[in-house]
């Protein structure tokens, strides 16, 4: 037994220099670098270079790691792989959320540490691949037919609409290249029969601003030319409540027909020829022109073509026109309305009933042109307004001005304009000034009215005194003479004397030859009245002789004193 251990021992002892040696020299497997990750449309490729090319049967493995994830997992596609690649697509993550990857090198029981990869998001990091591109001939015309990069049910794109520009040339001259822009099936016109011509197509997604790579080039030969050409020269207006479209044709005695497509019908990447449809009105007419008519508050695209039959033939289809409503919409005038101050005006401008009803006033605000002038000049002021209400200031009170405006649609898709409006005048009102002046008029006015009354009256009165006197009754004049009278209304160089009388111890026989001489005067006045005026000569005379005896009754109570009378 204690040989047996022995010689174990000395097999050990005798070994041990040799593995000892071994494992000193082994060199310790380094992780892969240069690791990136390449996605095209839904193919998803890991990449990396070796760090030890001159160690052998090496491996290496990857793991993934989504978020609220916290254990790494193994990735499908990409255990114990031998070369310098893989291809993890059988994942399908969710390519808009982020993924980490991490890869290690592998050799029996040893492993190298991990290299971990930039966490990323797969649709940013995602390339666009070439479309499938299949091709059909005509005479003059080449159909095209285009599948979208990816696969049919892609998870990369299955939500994004791709444009796509392709690239042709003639086969024996590759120096007359043409790029068009095209739909996922269309047609590229104005070719040469019996030609060979090359293509080839990219597509594009505009708003991630990703571009893919052309497909491979494909070829192919137009046809003989047909017997019946299609009709040329398509174009469409719009005229009052419909839409006319109209196109040039050589030959008589031809029946044309009209179809249209939805625009929509041409993202689509399947077979839509069966989704043409006639319009009404439009078939198996004589003359080179059809109306159409409008849909109220329709906005939609649509693409018409047409072809040409003489009963025996039919011609191929004519080049499709595209025909959107809203660049066909006609603009119609605006409406104005005016309210005016002393020195400005307010504009009230608003689209028309039926201009409303229409999809471009309803969807782009339009740009207002107003022109407005003095009624009596032709000199024209303009002024561009966004806003519907505003006022145009510094004008002049009391001033006739005249307004028309029109609207403008003009940004990248559109640039129209309507005509101009009927024509609104309007006169501002009075200003401040004349509001003082109107007022201090009044008031002058009102205050000169009375003075004037009051003048006029007053002279009416001296003119009635001095041309029409007044009738004096007559118990007033027969206190007067008849010269006394002569001296209040004329004036005369002679000095009149007046009669004095001294009466001493006053008697009866004075008092009577006083009365006597006073009835004598009031006589000769009474006289002198009646000439003047014949209507009170009765009634003086009875005056006269009362007054005689109301005399002498006072004569005969006077006191007798010493007096003197005049």
Not at 210 to 217: I, R
Not at 488 to 515: D, G, K, P
Request: proline share 5%; with cysteine; hydrophobic share 35%.
């Amino acid at each position: 037994m204690l040989a047996l251990l022995g010689a174990t021992t000395l097999v050990l002892v005798a070994r041990a220099p040799w593995v000892l040696p071994a494992a000193a020299g082994v060199e310790k497997l380094k992780s892969p670098q240069n690791v990136e990750v390449y996605i095209m449309d839904d193919n998803f490729i890991l990449k990396w270079n070796r760090s030890n090319e001159s160690v052998g049967n090496v491996t290496f493995s990857a793991e993934y790691q989504m978020p609220k994830m916290d254990n790494w997992i193994k990735l499908p596609g990409c255990q114990y792989i031998t070369s310098t690649k893989c291809n993890f697509s059988s994942l399908k993550p969710n390519v808009y959320e982020k993924i980490k990857l991490r890869i290690r090198a592998e050799k029996g029981n040893d492993t190298s540490s991990w290299y971990e990869v930039d966490s990323f998001v797969p649709f940013l990091k995602a390339q666009v691949g070439p479309p499938e591109v299949h091709l059909e001939a005509e005479d003059k015309a080449i159909i095209i037919n285009i599948s979208p990069p990816g696969t049919k049910n892609s998870i990369m794109w299955n939500q994004e609409d791709f444009k796509y520009s392709l690239v042709i040339w003639k086969n024996s001259s590759s120096i007359e290249e043409r790029a068009e822009t095209v739909h996922a099936r269309d047609k590229i016109y104005k070719l040469s029969p019996e030609t060979i011509y090359c293509l080839k197509v990219k597509a594009e997604l505009y708003l991630q601003m990703k571009v893919g790579v052309y497909s491979p080039v494909h070829c192919i030969s137009t046809t003989v030319e047909n017997k019946l050409l299609p009709p040329e020269n398509i174009e469409i207006s719009a005229k009052n409540h419909s839409y006319v479209l109209k196109w040039d044709y050589a030959y008589l005695n031809v029946t044309f027909q009209v179809q249209r497509l939805h625009a929509y019908l041409k993202r689509d990447s399947e077979n839509y020829s069966d989704k043409w449809e006639s319009i009404p009105n439009c078939e198996d007419i004589r003359i080179t022109q059809c109306v159409i008519p409008q849909k109220k508050s329709s906005k939609e695209i649509y693409f018409l073509r047409v072809r040409a039959s003489d009963g025996n033939n039919t011609s191929l289809w004519s080049e499709e026109k595209k025909f959107d409503t809203e660049q066909q919409t006609i603009m119609l005038p605006p409406v104005i309305n005016i309210k005016s101050s002393s020195d400005s005006m307010r504009i009230y401008v608003s689209d028309s009933e039926e201009s409303e009803k229409r999809p471009v006033s309803q969807d782009y605000p339009p740009i207002y042109e107003i022109v407005f002038w003095k009624n009596t000049s032709n000199s024209e002021r303009k002024i561009l307004e966004e806003n519907a209400d505003f006022t145009v200031p510094n004008l002049q009170p009391l001033t006739v001005y005249c307004v028309k405006a029109r609207a403008h649609l003009m940004n990248g898709k559109w640039n129209k304009s309507s005509v101009f409006s009927e024509i609104v005048c309007e006169k501002t009102k009075p200003g401040h000034t004349s509001k003082v002046r109107l007022i201090a008029g009044i008031c002058t006015a009102l205050f000169a009215v009375p003075v004037v009354i009051c003048a006029v009256k007053g002279l009416w009165r001296c003119i009635n005194y001095v041309f029409f006197p007044s009738v004096k009754l007559s118990h007033v004049a027969e206190y007067f003479s008849e010269q006394t009278l002569k001296n209040l209304l004329l004036s005369t160089s002679e000095e009149q004397t007046e009669r004095c009388f001294i009466i001493e111890n006053a008697n009866m026989i004075s008092a009577v030859e006083e009365t006597n001489q006073i009835d004598e005067d009031n006589k000769k006045y009474n006289s002198q009245t009646t000439q003047d005026s014949g209507n009170y000569s009765n009634e003086d005379e009875n005056n006269g002789s009362k007054t005689s005896e109301e005399l002498l009754q006072q004569e005969i109570i006077w006191p007798e004193i010493n007096s003197v009378y005049c």
